[in-house]
Nanobody, 121 residues
Framework: QVQLVESGGGLVQPGGSLRLSCAAS????????MGWYRQAPGKQRELVAD???????NYADSVKGRFTISRDNAKNTVYLQMNSLKPEDTAVYYC???????????????WGQGTQVTVSS
């Protein structure tokens, strides 16, 4: 089984920065894609950014140019550097990892517990 532990959330002023980290542990031989999602109160969880095993990335339009996702495969860790934060970035941020499933034909998804990011003056 796999566990994901997030850290780095908190309260920042508009225009400020935060760096989120998510470390995966457990029975891991490889990880395919890793990503960050967020969910604001009363809203659906949405993709913020993801990164595949080769380092290719994609971002939600709302965060392009402000957020950067990266990963350290040796540490099974994914990061989200968030700059120029806006109040609308306020949400619970969740880490996601897709791993090969035990059949070898698909993937299994794992989620972290979430970390609160609040952007306010």
């Amino acid at each position: 089984q796999v566990q994901l532990v997030e850290s780095g959330g908190g309260l920042v002023q508009p225009g400020g920065s935060l760096r989120l980290s998510c470390a995966a542990s457990g029975s891991i031989f490889s990880i395919n894609a890793m990503g960050w999602y967020r969910q604001a109160p009363g809203k659906q969880r949405e993709l913020v950014a993801d990164i595949n095993s080769g380092g290719s990335t994609n971002y939600a339009d709302s965060v392009k140019g402000r957020f950067t996702i990266s990963r350290d495969n040796a540490k099974n860790t994914v990061y989200l550097q968030m700059n120029s934060l806006k109040p609308e970035d306020t949400a619970v941020y969740y880490c996601n990892a897709d791993l090969p499933d035990r059949t070898g034909w698909g993937t299994a998804a794992y989620w972290g517990q979430g970390t609160q990011v609040t952007v306010s003056s």
